[in-house]
């Protein structure tokens, strides 16, 4: 059986176990993708989210004894990702000053609802990015796996180690977040637009 959000063959974590190089460099290629953009979503910085992607695979090699199973294996890697981004901020709260990310949700969000114009697509995406990097990070991660990632509720929940109704319950908030603050700017936004 395979992981809900990352694609593991069930033998090649046992591969990797048993010293097999090529099984080990198969299963960093196969988690680094997810692990990064989990990366991302909690830095919202990409050379940041390179970083961390780095440090979570090493843990993740060093713990390869210890690695849940694949069909679990995304929830430790995601809580591994989300306590090392948390870490990084503790630990540089004081060093770091706001900033604007290089990452825009617009570039994760391959089109928009309605056609329009390069400028107006600009000015959405750094809109979409602000609004998102503003929700609370529960609503910020829930939004980025459900909504962007295309993971059921229920699969979120286990992956974040929550309960699929808090996984709707944020979903739900950080949707209208999110559409409080397109209104705001943008008032013109047809309401069937959010459906």
Do not use: C
């Not at 692990?35 to 090493?58: C, F, H, M, S």
């Not at 870490?87 to 900033?99: K, M, N, S, T, V």
């Not at 604007?100 to 697509?121: F, H, I, Q």
């Amino acid at each position: 059986m395979s992981d809900p959000a990352l694609d593991i063959p069930g033998q090649l974590l046992a591969r990797a176990r048993d010293n097999d190089d090529a099984a080990l460099a198969d299963l960093i290629d196969a988690t680094a993708p997810q692990v990064r953009r989990w990366a991302l979503v909690q830095t919202g910085d990409a050379t940041e989210a390179d970083d961390l992607t780095q440090e979570v695979l090493i843990r993740m090699i060093r713990n390869l004894d210890a690695l849940p199973a694949p069909p679990r294996l995304a929830g430790w890697l995601y809580t591994v990702t989300r306590n090392a981004a948390a870490d990084r901020f503790r630990q540089r709260a004081r060093q770091r000053h706001a900033g604007d990310s290089e990452r825009t949700l617009a570039a994760m969000v391959s089109d928009t609802a309605s056609p329009a114009s390069d400028a107006e697509r600009g000015e959405l995406g750094e809109l979409l990015q602000a609004s998102f990097h503003d929700l609370p990070r529960r609503q910020r991660e829930v939004f980025d796996l459900v909504e962007l990632q295309g993971i059921p509720a229920t699969q979120a929940a286990e992956i974040l180690g929550i309960r699929a109704t808090s996984v709707r319950g944020n979903l739900f908030k950080a949707r209208r977040n999110l559409r409080r603050r397109i209104l705001a700017v943008w008032p013109d936004v047809q309401e069937e637009d959010w459906q």
